[in-house]
């Protein structure tokens, strides 16, 4: 039986910037999900017997804060009416950040939504791919809109994806998010997706350039303690490496609905969220259905999730054969194999080298150098690794490739 983590819902395919390495073919498009259309949706998810501990509902365009706030309330109060009381729900949005002003700010505390603001780092490196539908930065109205949400006391988090530029700068961006009191941090590398190619992939050393770029960003903030709550990607490669044996790795991105994506119309798909605007010529698309026709159980049992399923599952069954990493990955991400490989059914892809492989080598080197005071180490909260005192000349000492 499939168990549901994850919603995402898109609630129009419109974006009010035009990013270089957007890969959402319908970012022009202004259509706006139906209230009809989110009932329909929930009132499956919730009946489903799917849900296991709590739902975290993303809202993830385009750009979901170009609709008003009274979207979103009535949305939520939607939802809310159709939720067993026992399930506890989170909301989230993903944003570019330059739309947030008072209002929404009081929004997000009312309806306690978590939040994640996109900026690439400083104003020059951010400026080269997050540009306007005029083609100029949008950096002065996102660090506005950061600013707005720390006067305002509402919490967040940030999504930075790193380029070839921001990767040969760790201590300008840690310089950059110290300055501005951004203490939560996430990076994504610029991906191969749909029509994007990525320009990051086709660089030489770009692997190596990722690790020293970790290594440098904990190692300051492993200096500078208090500065930071959380770097994702080290607190996660921590995390996995340093977890109990018997702890299972789940990956969510190869369970069929464990992450489950609606689009404005209606539109069903699974795994990687981004499949879900995406077209390949064996699949065609990788809508499983539509909610305001079809049920949700159905299309656990319909043709074009079996394929899928067939081809993401012998893919994953290569990656447990032959790599290494297997334990702290779970076979990966589909979208990336079936965007640098060309099939679901393959391995290696220069994302998951990235931000699998080159993340986890570095907690690997710390531990090595770290001797036999990892014992000691796991018996603390191993989140707090990057900033614990002990780290810091560990760290400082791992190699540079
Ligand atoms: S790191 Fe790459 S090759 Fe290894 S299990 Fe993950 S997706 Fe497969």
Redesign the pocket.
Known sequence: MPHIQLVVVQPTPFCNINCRYCYLPDRSNNAVLADETIANLFSQVFASGWLQHGLTVVWHAGEPMVLPIDFYRRAFRLIDSLKPAETELTHAFQTNGTLIDDAWCAFFTEADVNVGVSIDGPKRLHDINRRSRSGHGTFDKTIAGIRRLRERGVPFHVISVLSAESLAVPREMFDFYVSEGIDRVCFNVEESEGGHVSRSFGETGIEDSYYNFLREFWRLAAAAPGKFGFIREIDDATRLVLRPKEAVFFNQLVEPFAITSMDWAGNIATFSPELLGLKSAEYGDFILGNINRDKLTDMAAGAVLQRMRRDIDAGVEL?RER?D??SI?G??EPVNKLSENGSFVS???TY?RMS??RATDLVLDLIELMGNRVGELADTDIRNLGAAPLATDVVAAVPVN
């Open positions: 990656c790599c990493y297997f990955c076979g990966g391995t290696e892809t998951c699998k492989m």
